[in-house]
């Protein structure tokens, strides 16, 4: 994706099931498959991508975060349906250690964790029907529900950025919501697609949406998205 107007395919991994959700931190990328967790994929030479790394999660495994909280350490989080939020440690891309597990009490399928000013990390959940959560992350043990947003659609999964949060909703297509201020959210833009949303990435002001194709949206104007490319994709982009 150099040139966001014209994507290219350059290698494939494939995985046991469904691959719902992927990260690309230093050199690896982080996948998960809803059968079978979390791979570690060396990707430093991109057309030669090579698995180095397994952990099993409960539940469906589906969208994920990565963050450094210290030198030296790593972890994943991991949104895995009726499995919750789960927590692994990757400082060793080749062994992967499951820490916690903390219960959505819905079905988590996407998520977004971004730093919340005081330490800790702030987890944005989608959970399907159940719209949007918001989970603070003091440590990988624990965790704390703060705030459920009801959306028009399934949210499917959700990236942050700047005080919006942009959700990829189903047949809801892409919904763009203030939460600046958690406790009075509110949808402020919405982008129809052709085929459900399912999948969400966000780089430099721009959406790149999973539905059915790429989509790559402009959104440095939060309130008007605008349709940049649309890429037919092989097999159904999830």
Do not use: C
């Not at 494939?14 to 498959?33: H, M």
């Not at 250690?97 to 819905?106: E, F, I, Q």
């Not at 919405?190 to 790429?214: F, K, M, Q």
Request: glycine content about 12%; charged content about 20%; hydrophobic content about 35%.
């Amino acid at each position: 994706v150099r040139n966001r107007f014209k994507p290219e395919v350059v290698a494939t991994v494939r995985t046991p099931g469904f691959a719902g959700g992927v990260k690309f931190r230093e050199g690896y990328v982080y996948l998960t498959d809803a059968e079978s967790g979390l791979y570690i994929i060396d990707a430093s030479a991109p057309r030669q991508p090579q698995i180095v790394g397994r952990q099993p999660v409960t539940g469906s495994a589906r969208g994920l975060g990565v963050f450094t909280p210290a030198i030296g350490t790593k972890l994943t989080y991991i949104a895995s349906e009726r499995g919750g939020l789960q927590s692994i440690d990757v400082s060793q891309p080749s062994r992967p250690r499951w820490l916690n597990r903390y219960d959505a009490s819905g079905e988590a399928y996407g998520l977004d964790i971004v730093d919340n000013g005081q330490g800790g990390k702030t987890a944005y959940i989608a959970d399907g029907r159940g719209g949007m959560k918001i989970v603070e992350i003091e440590r990988p043990y624990d965790a704390t529900l703060t705030h459920h947003i009801p959306i028009d659609g399934i949210a499917a999964d959700v990236r942050v950025d700047n005080g919006y949060a942009i959700i990829a909703a189903g047949e809801g297509g892409l919904i763009i919501m203030d939460v600046r201020d958690a406790n009075r959210p509110k949808q402020i833009a919405r982008l129809n697609t052709t085929e459900p949303a399912w999948g969400v990435e966000i780089d430099g002001g721009y959406a790149y949406v999973s539905a059915g194709e790429l989509i790559v949206v402009d959104i440095r104007n939060p309130l008007l998205p605008r349709v940049l490319v649309q890429r037919p994709m092989p097999g159904s982009a999830y």
